[in-house]
């Protein structure tokens, strides 16, 4: 899949990333339930690797 963003855009995806991010490692500590834990273990992971393709979205966008 190939997704064509302004820098602006990126950022703010970036930005809404990180708060997610943040909000899910606390959520992963606070919960006590194995599988749902595991759940939000892998969400984390996805989304870490969309902000880590974006990483790099600054330099690319014209």
Do not use: F
């Not at 995806?13 to 194995?34: F, Q």
């Not at 992971?45 to 902000?51: A, F, K, M, T, Y």
């Amino acid at each position: 899949m190939e997704l064509t963003v302004t820098e602006a855009e990126a950022t703010e995806l970036r930005d809404l990333l990180d708060g997610s991010l943040g909000d899910l490692s606390s959520e992963i500590a606070d919960t006590d339930n194995p599988s749902y834990r595991l759940t939000l273990k892998e969400r984390r992971d996805h989304l870490r690797s969309v902000r880590d393709k974006l990483a790099g979205v600054g330099q690319a966008v014209r």
